[in-house]
């Protein structure tokens, strides 16, 4: 849990302007609040944090993200971090402390109004201990991580044993293959060109199990394709017929295409990035760091596949 | 799944990079035959010859190598809102205005990534937009991983730009 005394947020803004804030709270039950506060914020960072932290320390975050596009969200966490429930105070080093009471002076409102307009491009963060997994979790997503020393963002403390974790990621495994997101991904992936196309009936027939269960679907549990917010999203079934139609009439087949192919499909090597830690993941998202590895494990055992059983170069 | 064929992974090389990775992490991903990074090694290891899965990186984040399309695919995060976040483009705008005026602007690099981003890595992600197709990854079913795809897309170089 966060002993926020022991912890520093060094915020560099534009200009030269240079403030610190470590962070402290009374006591750790002062910091405590209910984990249900931002959990239904899908639409801000803090959304994730689900776990004691103090006002402050959001507060700071407040002012280097940005806000919530929806007006309502942007109340909704305003509320949460109102100026009001907390307290400015500078110590002897001109340190600026900000505490969480009941009511606070006047001018950390108008130090917020102000700081939420300033362009901060430089976050320095300094802990001086290991912070929380959820906490550490939240900053290595949401800070650019130029802005963060190596050193700052530590290994996360294994929560679970070797055998537990394994134990945990067989669990998922086995859901994954209870999920048809296996066959919806590999239906993708197939038609994007990572996928096998030589086996034309195993194709077809995880193409099939796409479209029927996308038929079988309720409206909500459908993928979604908001083409108003998101202007590049397709209707991915058209678009996914239209690019398997490209890779078999216009793709080459090279001579030296053999069983192996990875000569020509060039394709050497999968990169994950931002994991998270399979050992220490008691995030919101409980498991779904394994969820992801599992993923990541598939995908490139799908490109696997393809670069060897596939007379085609890979599309991508 | 298909039987027939049951291609080892490990045939490729797997890095999975973060820097909260502890040894219990990596002894585990090394028994999937996964090399753990916990520095930004893999950043440079972005090349034509790599797939990306980056879920949920912080597309501000990402480092030039993937706005600059250097991966042959890459799986992450929705790249438009962050070219339709207007509050942040004309605040990267005005950043150059002065950085031009103070002849301070120097061209962002993989490392200098900023919460309100040079406008060169915006032009970057605006070039990449358009020079990539993208399909959205499907959502599981399970209600712990419903969010594990959210807003993740499959990004790949379209023909042209490949060819």
Same mark, same amino acid.
């Given at each position: 849990?966060l ?9 560099v ?5 240079t403030?610190?804030?470590p ?5 750790e039950t ?7 506060d931002?959990?239904?914020?899908d639409?801000?960072?803090?959304t ?14 407040l002012?280097?993200l940005?806000m919530?596009?929806? &007006?309502?969200r942007r ?23 900000v505490?969480r009471?009941?009511?606070?002076p006047?001018?950390? %409102?108008?130090h ?6 300033t362009d ?6 300094d802990?001086?201990e ?13 800070i650019?991580r130029?802005a963060l ?6 290994p996360?403390?294994?929560?679970y ?7 945990r990621?067989g ?10 997101v296996?066959q919806?991904?590999r239906a ?8 096998p196309t ?10 099939s199990?796409?479209k029927?269960?996308?038929? &079988? ?7 979604v ?10 209707d ?9 139609? %490209? *890779?078999?009439?216009?793709?080459p ?5 053999t069983?192996?192919g990875? *000569? ?7 990169i ?7 050992s220490a993941?008691?995030?919101?998202w409980e498991?779904?760091v394994?969820w992801q590895?599992?993923a ?7 490109c696997?596949y393809?670069?060897?059983?596939s ?5 991508l | 799944m298909n $039987?027939?064929a049951q291609p080892?992974?490990s045939?490729?090389?797997l890095?999975v990079?973060?820097?909260v990775?502890?040894?219990v992490? #990596?002894?585990?991903?090394s ?5 753990a990074?916990?520095?930004?090694r893999?950043?440079?290891l972005? =090349? ?13 984040g990402?480092p030039?190598?993937?706005?600059r399309g250097?991966a042959r695919? #890459? ?8 070219? =339709?976040?207007?509050w ?20 962002? $690099?993989?490392?200098t990534?900023? #919460?309100?981003?040079d ?11 358009e020079?990539h197709e993208? #399909?959205?990854l ?12 959210? =807003? $993740?897309?499959?990004?790949?170089k $379209? ?5």
């Open positions: 849990m002993n926020a005394r022991e912890y520093h947020l060094k915020v803004s534009e200009g030269n302007d403030r610190h804030w962070l402290f709270s009374e006591s002062d910091i405590k609040r209910p984990t249900s931002y959990r239904d914020c639409l801000h960072p803090l994730n944090l689900k776990l004691p932290t103090s006002a402050a320390f959001n507060l700071l975050l002012h280097a940005p919530p596009h929806t &007006s309502s109340r909704e966490v305003k509320d949460q971090l109102h100026p009001t429930k907390l307290s400015h105070e500078v110590d002897d080093d001109g340190w600026s402390h505490v009471k009941s009511s606070a006047s001018y950390v %409102k108008s917020t109004q102000s700081t939420q307009s901060i491009t430089r976050i320095h963060v802990f001086t290991q912070l929380t997994p959820a906490q550490v979790d939240f900053l290595r997503r949401n650019p130029h020393k190596s050193t700052e963002i530590r996360r403390a294994a929560i044993s070797p055998e537990e974790l394994q134990k990621f669990q998922v495994q086995t859901a994954w293959s209870q999920d048809t296996v919806r991904l993708v992936l197939t038609r994007v060109g990572v996928a030589a086996d034309k009936e195993h194709a077809n027939k995880e193409e199990l796409h029927d269960e996308l038929d &079988s679907k309720d409206a909500d549990e459908r993928p394709h908001d083409e108003a917010s998101v202007g590049h999203a397709v991915v079934t058209n678009q996914l017929n239209d690019l398997s139609l %490209k *890779a078999e009439t216009s793709r087949i090279p001579e030296e295409s069983e192996s990875q *000569a020509y499909s060039g394709l050497d090597k999968a994950c990035i931002g994991l998270g830690s399979p993941d008691t995030s919101a498991k779904n394994l590895l599992v990541f494990l598939e995908m490139a055992k799908i696997m393809r670069i060897y059983h007379p085609r170069p890979i599309m | $039987t027939q080892d992974a045939a490729i090389a890095y990079q973060d820097p990775l502890n040894e992490d #990596i002894a585990f991903l028994s999937l035959n996964v090399q990074m916990s520095n930004m893999a950043f440079s972005i =090349d034509s010859h790599a797939m990306v899965y980056a879920p949920h990186y912080q597309v501000r990402w030039e190598e993937m706005r250097e695919c #890459i799986i992450g995060n929705d790249v438009k809102p962050v070219l =339709d976040d207007e942040m483009v004309d605040k990267a705008r005005k950043r150059r205005w002065f950085e031009d005026l103070l002849g301070t602007h120097k061209q962002a $690099t993989a490392r990534v900023q #919460i309100i981003p406008l060169d890595a915006i032009d970057e992600l605006r070039d990449f937009v020079k993208a #399909i959205r499907p959502r599981p079913v399970g209600d712990v991983a419903r969010s594990a795809f959210n =807003d $993740t897309f499959v990004y790949w $379209t023909d042209q730009e490949e060819e």
